[in-house]
């Protein structure tokens, strides 16, 4: 894969976070394709993990979507393979420790600077997707940094 096409793929996860999709299902539907996968499928597989995992502010949606991807690329497929799955496991760790020095956490209340996620009744309501929104959220940059980070790790790959 050129470098021009994995840009296009971040540019398409930065795209879909700004059409409306959640953090998770930006990044994993402008790789999706890559593994036999529709693009809505993948949206409907990643959509509870935005907001930090149904808007719980725990591991960041982008983080979650990076996650996801890397199985797809090398997750085993044979519950006894260890060697498989520490394969996949090692992948996963070093994207994310790539990820936690780029944004300072893997964890969506530390990026949003908030305390945790509110516990009050209708916590799950989301925000509106305003202007005003996207001037004081970080969520696309995370979008972006985690869709560079998976392109970089797919052109390491082939390189």
């Known amino acids: 894969m ?6 296009e793929r971040v540019n398409r ?9 959640g953090c998770c ?15 809505t499928m993948a949206k409907r597989i990643a959509a509870g993990f935005g907001g930090g995992v149904g808007r719980m502010r725990m591991m960041c949606g982008a983080v979650s979507g990076i996650v996801m991807l890397v199985g797809l690329d090398c997750g085993q497929t044979e519950g006894s393979d260890r060697e498989g799955k520490s394969a996949c496991y090692k992948v996963v760790q070093q994207l ?3 990820s936690k020095q780029e944004n300072g956490s893997l ?4 990026i949003l600077g908030i305390k945790g996620h509110d516990k009050a009744p209708n916590s799950y309501v989301t925000s509106p997707r305003t202007a005003e929104y996207y001037k004081t959220r970080p969520c696309v940059a995370k979008v972006e940094s985690a869709a560079r980070i998976f392109a970089d790790y797919l052109k390491s790959k082939d390189s």
């Not at 996860?13 to 999709?21: P, S």
């Open 2 to 7: 050129t470098d021009k096409e994995l840009d």
């Open 13 to 21: 996860a930065v795209d879909n976070f700004m059409a409306g999709y």
């Open 25 to 39: 299902q930006s990044v994993v539907a402008a790789f999706s394709d890559l593994y036999g996968l529709d693009e």
């Open 96 to 98: 994310l420790e790539k």
């Open 107 to 110: 964890i969506c209340a530390e």
